[in-house]
């Protein structure tokens, strides 16, 4: 089986990788955004413009980087970077599978996609500036109608088999940040530091537990304790099927690739 994935791999690899072509970046912001945990005195976060992928990143697209970077491929990669399921899609790779978000990425990977094309992973706060937006506004968060469409596809089971990228944009022009996979970010466990440890270190697991709830500063979005929870859950080599990625790049910079 693991020799059919990587011959699959290497088939697949090299007939996209002219094709594939990383997603548009689209401006995302400036704007604040509230964190679910704040530091005193960061109840209010400003969030400089920055560009952000249009949807994730794809199957073709991370094909195309493995081409490039030999090294990331699943026979070649180093365990402390890649656990165990990494790359697992690419043993059934079809045509229509292609335009799929990748995913079993570890945050490692998704790291060195990001830099080959002279980005980054989103942080948290970009990312979830991001998400804030709705069809029609930059900031949808007090819209009790947009906060239950989210969670409602939280609470779906994983679909064995996921869409492809380009759901409906949001205010920014960005897709699929919802209703699609969860995605890596560059600060993924950030919120475990909470204002009271962030001198000596130490993991305050209690604020996502129960009554940990009532700390936080917007209680009626619910699916960003979801979000929160699943993030700190994560290591770095972890590959999950729901788990993908997308990158992002400050303004400045230049054109994106």
Same mark, same amino acid.
């Given at each position: 089986?693991?020799?059919?994935?990587?011959?699959?791999?290497?088939?697949?690899?090299?007939?996209?990788?002219? =094709?594939?072509?990383?997603?548009?970046?689209?401006?995302?912001?400036?704007?604040?955004?509230?964190?679910?945990?704040?530091?005193?005195?960061?109840? &209010?976060?400003?969030? !400089?413009?920055?560009?952000? !992928? &249009?949807?994730? $990143?794809?199957?073709? !697209?991370?094909?195309?980087?493995?081409?490039?970077?030999?090294?990331?491929?699943?026979?070649?990669?180093? &365990?402390?970077?890649?656990?165990?399921?990494?790359?697992? /899609?690419?043993?059934?790779?079809?045509?229509? =599978?292609?335009?799929?978000?990748?995913?079993?990425? #570890? %945050?490692?990977?998704? +790291?060195?996609?990001?830099? !080959?094309?002279?980005?980054?992973?989103?942080?948290?706060? /970009? %990312?979830?500036?991001?998400?804030?937006?709705?069809?029609?506004?930059? @900031?949808?968060?007090? @819209?009790?109608?947009?906060?239950?469409?989210?969670?409602? %596809?939280?609470?779906?089971?994983?679909?064995?088999?996921?869409?492809?990228?380009?759901?409906?944009?949001?205010?920014?022009? $960005? +897709?699929?940040?919802?209703?699609?996979?969860? &995605? %890596?970010?560059?600060?993924?466990?950030? =919120?475990?530091?909470?204002?009271?440890? +962030?001198?000596?270190?130490?993991?305050?697991?209690?604020?996502?537990?129960?009554?940990?709830? $009532?700390?936080?500063?917007?209680? /009626? @979005?619910?699916?960003?304790?979801?979000?929160?929870?699943?993030?700190? #859950?994560?290591?770095?080599?972890?590959?999950?099927?729901?788990?993908?990625? +997308?990158?992002?790049?400050? $303004?400045?910079?230049?054109?994106?690739?």
């Amino acid at each position: 089986m693991i020799r059919t994935a990587l011959a699959c791999l290497v088939l697949f690899t090299s007939s996209v990788a002219i =094709a594939a072509e990383p997603a548009a970046m689209k401006l995302v912001g400036p704007g604040t955004w509230r964190p679910l945990y704040p530091a005193e005195g960061e109840e &209010e976060v400003f969030v !400089d413009a920055f560009l952000l !992928d &249009e949807h994730p $990143v794809t199957n073709a !697209d991370f094909a195309a980087f493995l081409e490039r970077s030999p090294s990331w491929r699943p026979d070649r990669v180093a &365990e402390l970077f890649a656990g165990p399921g990494y790359l697992t /899609q690419f043993a059934d790779m079809t045509g229509s =599978a292609a335009q799929r978000p990748v995913t079993y990425v #570890s %945050w490692w990977a998704a +790291r060195a996609y990001c830099a !080959d094309r002279g980005a980054h992973l989103p942080t948290e706060r /970009q %990312w979830e500036l991001a998400a804030m937006a709705s069809e029609e506004a930059p @900031d949808a968060t007090s @819209d009790p109608a947009f906060l239950k469409r989210i969670l409602s %596809w939280y609470a779906q089971p994983s679909r064995d088999e996921l869409r492809a990228v380009g759901g409906p944009a949001n205010y920014w022009g $960005v +897709r699929d940040l919802h209703g699609l996979v969860w &995605e %890596w970010v560059d600060d993924f466990q950030s =919120a475990l530091v909470s204002v009271d440890n +962030r001198d000596d270190g130490a993991v305050d697991t209690a604020q996502f537990c129960g009554a940990g709830a $009532v700390s936080a500063a917007t209680k /009626q @979005d619910y699916a960003a304790f979801m979000r929160i929870a699943f993030r700190a #859950s994560l290591h770095a080599n972890f590959a999950l099927k729901n788990l993908g990625f +997308r990158c992002a790049q400050p $303004v400045h910079t230049g054109p994106p690739r």
